[in-house]
């Protein structure tokens, strides 16, 4: 049993980086080159907190002083469900004859999103380069999230709480191989899945929408309230979690495997494909 922890916890950390790195919310490098000119440009993906967000960009190449580096963006009202028309501000390099450019997007109330994309032009304001590179003549602007702070005694019990959901996920499914060849009773396997949704449960919702309230100033945007990825596909892992559980009713409520829907090997089955569930949700890429 204690290797089957160690390796459920080593798979669980090696999931939840996976998870990080596929993450919609982290900053990228991107770069673009063209007629000698180059835009280097870490992304921006969220702005936490009070405060405007800040644009920086390294563009070299530049040969005559009437060319300028502007930073362009557009916001979408998350109560109204609109983009604005795009702003254009002129991004100032940090210091005199510096490649470095700063440009500023206002702050927008938290939920709000910024789309925006960075262009040089020449003196007549013919575009020289963009960054994001168009595509078929059109522009897919990088998404900022604009985020309030999420104080530490929610978050970290949040983190733990969905950390702890998918070790003993992995512990539920190591179990039910167990329960097939007789070495553990039905109700041991239970008693896992129950701590997996109990732990899920805590994470997704009390503490969920503890999370959602302070980032985004709404409780929940799983269907049918929303269509958020990360609310949605943690919604559909407990959910499968607790139907698989509530098959097996006599034993997850009262300890009864007499009361059962069903038998071991369709709960079995259903843990199976509750797992199965959980590994793909996770390597959705996240949202938050």
């Known amino acids: 049993m204690k ?46 907190g ?17 060319n300028q580096v502007f930073l362009f963006y557009k916001i979408k009202k998350k109560k109204a469900e609109i983009y604005t028309d795009y702003y254009s501000t002129l991004m100032n390099s940090e210091k005199e004859e510096s490649s470095y ?9 938290k939920g709000d999103q910024a789309f925006y994309y960075i262009k040089v032009t020449d003196k007549e304001g013919k575009g020289l380069l963009t960054l ?9 602007p990088i998404r900022l999230k604009f985020e309030g702070e999420v104080p530490g005694f929610v978050l970290i019990p949040h983190i733990l709480a969905m950390f702890g959901g998918i070790l003993f996920a992995f512990l539920s499914f190591f179990s039910i191989f167990d329960l097939k060849r007789k070495k553990i009773s039905l109700q041991k396997s239970v008693n896992l899945s129950k701590i997996t949704l109990s732990l899920l449960f805590l994470g997704t919702f009390p503490l ?34 607790l139907i698989t559980l509530i098959l097996v009713k006599g034993s997850f409520l009262s300890g009864d495997p007499q009361k059962n829907l069903f038998g071991e090997k369709t709960y ?18 996240h949202s938050l």
């Open 132 to 140: 994001p590179e168009p595509k078929n003549s059109e522009i897919k």
């Open 268 to 285: 079995f089955w259903m843990v199976f494909a509750s797992f199965l569930v959980t590994l793909l949700m996770y390597l959705v890429p």
């Open 101 to 109: 450019f700063k440009g500023i997007i206002p702050h927008q109330p």
């Open 3 to 48: 290797l089957k922890i160690i390796l459920a916890l080593i798979l669980t950390i090696i999931l939840l980086v996976v998870a990080r790195k596929t993450s919609m919310v982290r900053s990228v490098n991107q770069m673009v080159k063209k007629g000698g000119i180059t835009i280097e440009h870490k992304t921006v993906p969220k702005k936490e």
């Open 50 to 66: 009070g405060g405007d967000a800040v644009i920086s960009a390294k563009v070299t190449g530049i040969q005559s002083p009437e």
């Open 208 to 241: 969920g929408w503890a999370l959602n309230w302070y980032a985004f100033g709404v409780l929940w945007e799983a269907f049918p309230f929303g269509k958020d990825i990360t609310d949605n596909k943690t919604q559909i892992v407990f959910l499968f979690w």
